[in-house]
T-cell receptor, first 112, second 112 residues
Framework: EPEVTQTPSHQVTQMGQEVILRCVPI?????FYWYRQILGQKVEFLVS????????KSEIFDDQFSVERPDGSNFTLKIRSTKLEDSAMYFC??????????FGPGTRLTVT | AQSVAQPEDQVNVAEGNPLTVKCTYS??????LFWYVQYPNRGLQFLLK??????LVKGSYGFEAEFNKSQTSFHLKKPSALVSDSALYFC??????????FGTGTRLLVSP
């Protein structure tokens, strides 16, 4: 069964550094998403992406964040200058065009 | 504002007994509702969805959920719990604008 994959599984970075989180959505899916989950809190929407552009973003998704689909398979989330409060589990999701989104296993980002 | 609430942090049930994990929603328009399950070190796995039609929806692993419009609820149920059902369960809503709004999660603990 096709799955969404994410790399790395765990990323440790220093405050102020740039990080890129990578996702490979399911191959025939058209809609792509990033969510995050701060430890002990609920899963929060960050951004949705369709047809090579952002379709919606949350107030969390400020100028420090960007997304890109550099080729036909990868979908990346970049954080330009990480802050301590960016430490969280980041989930990528995709959907074909129906209703349910399929999630990857997540990347745990630790900012020190 | 759209929101989904899971009033119980944890539900304990003995193996073989029926289980219910509660969810209430507050979304405008026709709600699209979902249940996801998260096992340790894994992503969110889609269990089932309600879009329209029959109020009782069936999903993976023997789970079902009942949509109740008058009570704005979408409780997850299973007639006979298994120890392997122990996990974190998330209810989520989507009003068609593509982003999912999640509840805080309910930890289900099934004892042998």
């Amino acid at each position: 069964e096709p799955e969404v994959t994410q790399t790395p599984s765990h990323q440790v970075t220093q405050m102020g550094q740039e990080v890129i989180l990578r996702c490979v959505p399911i191959s025939n899916h058209l809609y792509f998403y990033w969510y995050r989950q701060i430890l002990g809190q609920k899963v929060e929407f960050l951004v949705s992406f369709y047809n090579n552009e952002i379709s919606e973003k949350s107030e969390i998704f400020d100028d420090q964040f960007s997304v890109e689909r550099p080729d036909g398979s990868n979908f990346t989330l970049k954080i330009r200058s990480t802050k301590l409060e960016d430490s969280a589990m980041y989930f990528c999701a995709s959907k074909e065009g129906g209703y349910e989104q399929y999630f990857g296993p997540g990347t745990r980002l630790t900012v020190t | 504002a759209q929101s989904v609430a899971q009033p119980e942090d944890q539900v304990n049930v003995a193996e073989g007994n029926p289980l219910t994990v509660k969810c209430t929603y507050s979304v405008s328009g026709n709600p699209y509702l979902f249940w996801y399950v998260q096992y340790p070190n894994r992503g969110l796995q889609f269990l089932l969805k309600y879009i329209t039609g029959d109020n009782l929806v069936k999903g993976s692993y023997g789970f079902e959920a009942e949509f109740n419009k008058s009570q704005t609820s979408f409780h997850l149920k299973k007639p006979s719990a298994l120890v392997s059902d122990s996990a974190l369960y998330f209810c989520a809503g989507d009003t068609g604008f593509q982003k999912l709004v999640f509840g805080t999660g309910t930890r289900l603990l099934v004892s042998p």
